[in-house]
């Protein structure tokens, strides 16, 4: 390929400038169908002519905050025409349309309509259908700013870009413009998924640095990409709905980064002298910080989060991460020895499970296990007999800010350019944080060194830790066969590394034999004593397996084919909600998820039909609104690996987040445990009462007076911080019950093992 020709780093220089939210095109897909901007240098001049001639006419910029320049600002239809060659009949009012696009808000004063639709292609005679929905703003209105003023209506508080949003998400049609005269932006927003949108600033558009993205504009916004003319697969909508299927390169590459993640944060504590106990609650508390931060970039990517200054420069994981990125730049190598950004994270973690701020609405409480600080007091510099509330912190963890930046670079940055979360699928999201299941933490019993390999049918890169001392206590010929043996995989060294290993004497010589499989992170070997992440033995076998969304809608659509035939494809919210699912393997939870937006959308429609439950909103978004319902009270799953339980847990949390409401709970559904092997509540009962132990029939005594059905009680409707907390007591209370029948299942699957 010549120096020069187009390829995605082309698409990287107009992206970057049109400042994406979100996930609107991959440059992926447009290079893989050979669309590029416009190169040459003569078009991308006539262009800017046009553009400047126009504005020259209709003059923008500072001036147009002055009402006597608003009659002169360009409309959105002669920027098209003049601008991007669209012709007269390619703009269109709504009332052309057949069925009107429009979307009511009850509990205001107000309907959602859009100012211009742009039409499907011609389809001879038959109805005028939409492909984009545009809004025309005074010019110079921000986007992204709630209007000034009232005009004495009930009108609902949203910024233009939340208005479009739910426009588009309610009338099921995913794109849209928005225009203010000063600035054009395409916003890509279907329902049921995250939205993501590009701006192009008319102004800079004028200049020679502009002109990459004005070309972009073109290519995303001209006749060919709307009109006849282009390829159906290269017009837009395909485009973008090709674009998310892309995303799944990216859960491989960042999986890597957030395994290297999890190794950093283990060797900071390690660095800080953390004592180890339990390893497994060490290896738990680590998982949940990558999971808390992993839900925090989720939610200030979605803008969940307060979005005020305060928020930004004192608590935001996004503005940390910049301010330290910064730090990196300042002070190079002196970052090792400064402290604050874990703090500044613990204060968060903690904001987030209590809530706080000016006003109850400002950081509402979230709840939920994930942020309780009880859970995981170690990462606090707390041990496990105080509680939280005893007072200020006095032995913050040692975590150097070094250490915090690394652990977020890997989270944020992916080929040197910030990841945005709500770009991804939850179940993408899901099969990242799979990658850091199913390894344990260790202290090395020796001098040790790190081999990485990446086992068949995985698509990550692991380490595996060997001490240096049995390596070199195994005759030179058999060291090979050894190290494979330990790495459960053939290393294939080069015949340099290979001789280099038999002649090893030191832990030093072991390092440079091992070349490229030497760890990143073990770089001069580990002192004895040192932390360590080892993967299990079913690690070392299997891995874990992304299941996309491609795969997991198209299987649930048919498994409830069946149900709802024999509901004359018409359920009713009390049919649905009355359905119990349950995932005997759930791993990450991706086809919990599916089942939640599957029914969550007939959960809509019934609504829609028969009209909505009392106590409903107005202002809630009733998509989410039915997945918190579905989520509570429909779905059921296990999984062995008890900390994947957490990360399904996560998994229905974001699909089902709201800016409001604490997290759904699903305690109650979620669970680790094995279902191949157990008994029933029945068998175990009919054994208490045949062997007669008197602890167990009093235990099932006292199980039968709270009542299977306080169980129904989970699913309660309400959807406020009381309820969460009630239904958290009220599985702590079952739990206690439980635990006689728990105890009498575990020795009665001992018995069956230890049988002859």
């Known amino acids: 390929m010549p120096p020069h020709a187009p390829g995605v780093h082309t698409h990287e220089e107009w992206k970057g400038m049109a400042q994406p939210v979100g996930l609107v095109v991959e440059p992926v897909v447009l290079n893989r169908l050979g669309i590029f901007p416009e190169s040459a240098t003569t078009v991308l001049a006539d262009w800017q002519q046009r553009l400047e001639q126009l504005l020259d006419d209709h003059p923008v910029g500072e001036q147009a905050a002055s009402e006597q320049w608003l009659s002169a600002a360009p409309s959105f239809e002669l920027f098209c025409q003049e601008v991007l060659a ?240 910064q730090d990196r730049t300042d002070y190079q190598n002196a970052m090792e020895g400064r402290r604050g950004a874990w703090a500044t994270l613990l204060s968060l973690f903690r904001l987030v499970y209590d809530g706080g701020g000016s006003t109850e609405a400002y950081l509402p409480a979230r709840h939920g296990d994930l942020f309780d600080p009880e859970t995981y007091p170690f990462l606090e510099g707390r041990t496990a007999d105080t509680s939280y509330t005893d007072g200020p912190l006095t032995s913050v963890p040692a975590i150097s800010d070094d250490v915090v930046e690394q652990v977020l670079t890997k989270l944020l ?91 090893a004497a030191s832990l030093e010589e072991i390092c440079l034999a091992l070349g490229n499989r030497l760890s990143s992170h073990t770089p001069r070997g580990l002192a004895p004593g040192s932390l360590i992440l080892q993967p299990t033995a079913e690690r070392r076998r299997s891995g874990s397996h992304y299941t996309p969304r491609a795969l997991t809608e198209p299987i649930v659509a048919e498994a409830f084919r069946p149900w709802l035939e024999g509901c004359h494809h018409k359920p009713s919210a009390e049919q649905i909600l009355a359905l119990k699912v349950c995932d005997p393997a759930m791993g990450s939870g991706a086809f919990l998820v599916a089942v939640c937006r599957y029914l969550a959308a007939w959960l809509v429609q019934a609504w829609e039909r028969d009209g909505y439950p009392e106590g409903f909103r107005q202002e809630w978004d009733k998509d989410i609104v039915a997945r918190r319902l579905i989520a509570q009270r429909c779905l059921y799953g296990v999984v062995k690996n008890p900390f994947a339980v957490n990360l399904a847990k996560l998994s229905l949390w974001l699909v089902t987040l709201s800016e409001h409401l604490p997290f759904t709970f699903v305690d109650h559904a979620l669970k680790c445990g094995d279902s191949l092997v157990g008994y029933g509540v029945r068998h175990i009962q009919t054994a208490m009462q045949e062997v007669q132990l008197g602890f167990l029939n009093e235990q099932n005594q006292i199980y039968a007076a709270m009542g299977v059905a306080r169980r129904e009680s989970f699913g309660d409707d309400s959807l406020n911080d009381e309820a969460y907390d009630h239904k958290k007591l009220l599985l702590e209370q079952q739990i206690k019950a439980n635990e006689g029948l728990r105890q009498a299942g575990d020795l009665m699957v001992a018995a069956f093992f230890d049988a002859p």
Request: aromatic residues 6%.
């Open 86 to 325: 669209w012709e007269p009949g390619d703009l269109r009012k709504p009332e052309e349309l057949t069925t009107p696009v429009a979307v009511h808000l009850d509990d205001y004063d107000e309907v959602l309509r859009p100012d211009w639709i742009i039409p499907e292609p011609s389809q001879g005679d038959g109805p005028l259908k939409a492909q984009l929905l545009v809004q025309e703003l005074p010019v110079g209105t921000l986007f992204d700013a709630l209007p000034k003023g009232a005009d004495g209506r009930r009108s609902w508080e949203a910024t233009p870009q939340q208005r479009l949003e739910r426009l588009l998400k309610e009338s099921e049609h995913p794109i849209g413009l928005l225009w203010n005269g000063v600035a054009l932006r395409l916003v890509y927003a279907p329902r049921g998924e995250s939205s993501g949108h590009l701006t192009f600033p008319l102004e800079p558009m004028t200049t020679v640095d502009g002109r990459p993205m004005l070309a972009a504009l073109q290519m995303l916004l001209g006749p060919d990409r709307l009109f006849e003319g282009g390829a159906s697969n290269t017009r837009l909508r395909p485009l973008m709905e090709q674009s998310r299927k892309e995303q799944n390169e990216v859960s491989t590459r960042l999986a890597e980064q957030v395994l290297e993640a999890l190794w950093i944060l283990l060797r900071g504590f390690d660095a800080a002298g953390l004592e180890v106990d339990d390893p497994s609650h060490i290896y738990g508390g680590l998982i949940t910080v990558l999971l808390r931060l992993v839900f925090l970039l989720y939610a200030e990517d979605e803008e969940l989060m307060p979005t005020d200054s305060l928020y930004g420069q004192h608590y935001s994981v996004g503005g940390l991460a910049q301010r330290l990125r």
């Open 413 to 503: 940055l992916l080929d040197g350019q910030i990841l945005s979360y709500r770009a991804l699928d939850v179940e993408q999201i899901g099969s990242v944080y799979e990658g850091i299941m199913g390894f344990m933490v260790e202290k090395a019993t020796g001098p040790s060194v790190g081999i990485t390999h990446r086992p068949s049918r995985q698509k990550i890169t692991i380490t595996v830790v060997v001490d240096a001392e049995q390596l070199l206590a195994v005759s030179s010929a058999k060291r090979e066969k050894w190290l494979d043996d330990q790495a459960g995989v053939a290393l294939k060294l080069p015949a340099k590394g290979k001789q280099g290993l038999k002649e």
